[in-house]
């Protein structure tokens, strides 16, 4: 399916870096091949606050992305600085559902100083995570190579210790899983 | 971090039980993305449904739910899937309740919400360990396909090379001897003689020759037409009639009378017999294995046994040796057996404790492998925990001057006398109850005491050193 366009939304309640989000959108392209495109909405997503947490619900952003979508889109990547959570968790780093059409990525908790804070560390992190919960839309699941974007990272350190780059093993399933042959995991 | 999510090729499987739909929801979404098959369950009674149809690796419950709780899964999950890791769910983090669990069998408990890298620890934790005990799963039935035939086990040399024969034999429709003292699996053998043979989905007849008079053993082989004799109210099959098509199990062949092996040995010759009080001879498609704990090369010498039965028998000989000539094999019968008695009694039986496997391996055991079942069947009744223990055997426990080493090799006949002694006094006397701990029948056992100078209130003074 060439035909993939993938869509980068802002839409955290700072101002956007564009330089930033043009980085993620290069490498997005890069990565999975696919055209993909900045837009910036003056929308906001609203009711993902719990007020007991002070943290915004996932899924209900993710649900308001589906209801977003320009119809040219085939994926849609929201990215907010909100802290995310999903119920039964402290916090996510982002949120995506397998093969499915959106999904999001927070930058609220990519910036501690774990990899020493600089501006130019939390970047690469968010680029990262854009391919990991975009990698989950097109059905990929979590990989065993810690240096993958595709790791499953519950803590900065697992986010620094992977590179903005799927393993030949990843490439191979995401070109399965996208030209529908696939029983990329054997399942 | 390596992300183990099948074990021997399978994929591992996660239930997570909770009432609430978007706990259920989340869990799924984010255990899914690890590749593990995940399902959920709204609520207990599900939870346990799909716990009794399939097998699964973890099972993550909520511990509050309306109507059955988490506790209470907890518990059926125990009974249901003993291998299953529960892990519980809870909202606060009560010691007691988080206490309680634990004692009931659960692996952990995570309170909500949980921290993403404690809950991906935990089941990374839980994966790697399962991992390990498939693995060594798999190494004991790699073992124990390679010492079994059917279910027959044994490890030692000699039985090996029995296992070969037998297969060999299993294939032919010879008649085949197998020789040994009482309780050695002669029986066990012969019918997975017969299970491994293309008669197999024929009947598997057998017939005790020692138990019966000569004159009802015939009638019970032969059968018999309406009014052979007084009481022949009706014609009846015989068993070897009854075993047509498949394979008919001669056991105790040396104790048949003149006559009967007379008989025996056209139906041998001939595949032909006649029931009582018969006219037409009836034709049978049976192979006959035999068993004696007798010796009949002897019994032929001595003029008790007809030399061409004994030939047209002796096609196939096979000779079991007696436990106590292949100790290697008790550990490994012990693993077996506690397996088929655990399932029979319904109990949890984790093993026996080493110095427990050291008296089993040291017993004399003249009732053979049929004693080692018995004794560890009563082990399994009386053990007040699941892992058998010396106390527990009631057998007799090596005594400090036994292991001070150096000492006097003690005969065969003196261990067995004692061990005699013992259970006699164990059973206060019961002659019965002693038969039958030692598997050997009342006759060979009154023999023994004969033999030995044993009384019934054996007070065992010459071993009560
Ligand atoms: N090698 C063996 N492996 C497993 N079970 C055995 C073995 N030998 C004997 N048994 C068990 O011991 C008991 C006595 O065996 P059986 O075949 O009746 O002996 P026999 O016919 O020689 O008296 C049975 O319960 C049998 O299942
Ligand atoms: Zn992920
Ligand atoms: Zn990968």
Known sequence: ?187 | MEVVTRMDGKKIRVLVVDDEEIVRESLLGWLEKDGYTVETAPDGRTALARLEAEPWSIVLVDLKMPGMDGMQVLEESRKLRPESVVVIMTAYATVDTAVTAMKKGAYDYLVKPFDPEELSLLILKIVAQQALVQENLLLRKVLKREYRFHDFVSKSAGMQAVFVLARAAARTSSTILIQGESGTGKELLARAIHTESPRSHGPFVAVSCAALAESLLESELFGHERGAFTGAVARRKGKLETAHGGTLFLDEIGDVGAKLQLDLLRVLEERTFDRLGGTEPVQVDVRVIAATNRDLRKAVEEGRFREDLYYRLNVIPVTLPPLRERREDIPLLVDHLLEQLAVEMGKTVQGVSADAMAVLIASPWPGNVRELRNVLERAIVIAPGSILRPADLGLPLPSAGDTGGGDEPVSLEDVERRHIAHVLRRTGGNVSQAARLLGIDRVTLYNKMRKYQLRKDEEDSAAGR
Not at chain 1, 114 to 137: D, N, W, Y
């Open chain 1, 1 to 187: 399916m060439p035909s993939d366009s993938v869509c980068l939304w802002w839409i955290g309640e700072a101002a956007a870096e564009d330089r930033v989000m043009e980085e993620a959108r290069v490498q997005v392209e890069r990565v999975f091949g696919v055209s993909a495109t900045l837009a910036r909405r003056a929308e906001r997503p609203s009711g993902t606050l719990d007020p007991r947490r002070g943290q915004h619900l996932s899924a209900g952003i993710l649900r308001w992305l589906v209801a977003m979508r320009p119809p040219g889109a085939t994926k849609l990547l929201g990215v907010t600085d909100v802290d995310l959570f999903i119920p039964i968790l402290t916090f996510v780093f982002g949120e995506a559902k397998l093969d499915g059409v959106v999904a999001v990525v927070s930058t609220a908790r990519l910036s501690g100083d774990a990899g020493g804070g600089s501006p130019r560390v939390s970047q690469a992190r968010l680029v990262k995570e854009c391919i990991h919960e975009l990698g989950h839309t097109f059905g990929l699941i979590h990989c065993a190579d810690p240096r993958c974007a595709m790791a499953r990272s519950v803590n900065l350190a697992h986010v620094d210790a992977k590179r903005a780059t799927l393993c030949a093993d990843c490439r191979i399933r995401l070109s399965e899983l996208r030209h529908g042959g696939g029983d990329a995991y054997g399942r």
